[in-house]
């Protein structure tokens, strides 16, 4: 299984910027799997930053990103997208890929697999 995490970097407050993450060898469709971002700052633990469910793509987030960050999907592609707007220093983190079979869960113990993430840093 892999889960390929891009579209890191170094951006300015109030800045955007699109992570993107490829799956591949899954035992499953990847329809079958709900997707979630997580994130893990410098000396933090890892948390739960949004998900997309399989079925109808109904998305949650956490409150510190809801309402700047979009979570989206493409079945056909086996891809998923984070579109992360008016960022700021604290979203300063590397973030994670993660695949569950079949549920969502904010829990990182609840998770079936992760990619190796991708650095952001949020300058202010």
């Known amino acids: 299984v892999q889960l390929a995490e891009s579209g890191g970097g170094l951006v300015q407050a109030g800045g955007s910027l699109t992570l993107s993450c490829a799956a591949s060898?899954?035992?499953?469709?990847?329809?079958?799997?709900?997707m979630h971002w997580f994130r893990q700052a410098p000396g933090k633990e890892r948390e739960f930053v949004a998900a997309?469910?399989?079925?109808?793509?109904?998305?949650y987030y956490s409150d510190s990103v809801k309402g700047r960050f979009t979570i989206s999907r493409d079945n056909v592609k086996n891809a998923l997208a984070l579109q992360m707007n008016n960022l700021k220093p604290e979203d300063t983190a590397v973030y994670y890929c993660?695949?569950?079979?079949?549920?969502?869960?904010?829990?990182?113990?609840?998770?079936?697999?992760w990619g190796k993430g991708t650095p952001v840093t949020v300058s202010s």
């Open positions: 060898g899954l035992t499953f469709s990847f329809s079958l799997y709900a």
């Open positions: 997309i469910i399989r079925n109808d793509g109904s998305t």
């Open positions: 993660a695949a569950r079979l079949s549920m969502w869960s904010s829990k990182k113990e609840a998770i079936n697999y």
